[in-house]
């Protein structure tokens, strides 16, 4: 599966990545040296909006994308060039805040996320997915809906040139 690696001016990228199923490292730590040093090491492809970085990438050689535009044209350019449908399913994402794997939490085992969540949270959802890595839980909240609006949004923009 294709795994990425982004520049710390993508962190909304990153999120949807993410989001979508993909294995993304991204953090504002990482200076260019070290984005050249993972991508290699681990193979994974550079997104960048960083012109100069996105050249020495090329000449590594490395696999990388530059990207320009407005946020959402990134997003929707990157979902195209992957050929990634812009759908989210949670039990396929993976954690937004720190890309870990996510556990799915079904309403027998829900006892889990106990401690974890909000009680009205808690009360009212049956279905959590539990970050391996950071403890964080998701559930179809709220949120749910602007994600799913986002996508569609994203869809849209696919479409044009
Ligand atoms: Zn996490």
């Excluded at 399913?89 to 805040?97: F, N």
Aim: hydrophobic share 35%.
């Amino acid at each position: 599966m294709t795994r990425f690696v982004v520049d710390a001016m993508l962190g909304r990228l990153s999120l949807w990545l993410r989001l979508a199923g993909f294995d993304t490292l991204y953090s504002t730590e990482m200076q260019d040296n070290d984005l050249l040093a993972i991508a290699k090491e681990e193979n994974r492809i550079l997104l960048t909006s960083d012109e100069k970085l996105h050249n020495r990438a090329m000449e590594v050689p490395l696999e990388t994308m530059l990207l320009r535009g407005g946020v959402d044209e990134r997003v929707a350019r990157v979902f195209r060039e992957f050929d990634i449908p812009p759908r989210i399913d949670p039990s396929k994402s993976r954690c937004s805040k720190c890309n870990g794997e996510l556990t799915e939490i079904g309403p027998k085992e829900k006892d889990r996320v106990r401690d974890l969540v909000f009680d009205e949270t808690y009360k009212h959802y049956d279905r959590f997915w539990l970050c391996n890595s950071c403890d964080s839980v998701f559930f179809q909240g709220g949120q749910w809906r602007n994600i799913q609006e986002y996508m569609e949004r994203i869809e849209r923009l696919m479409k044009e040139d």
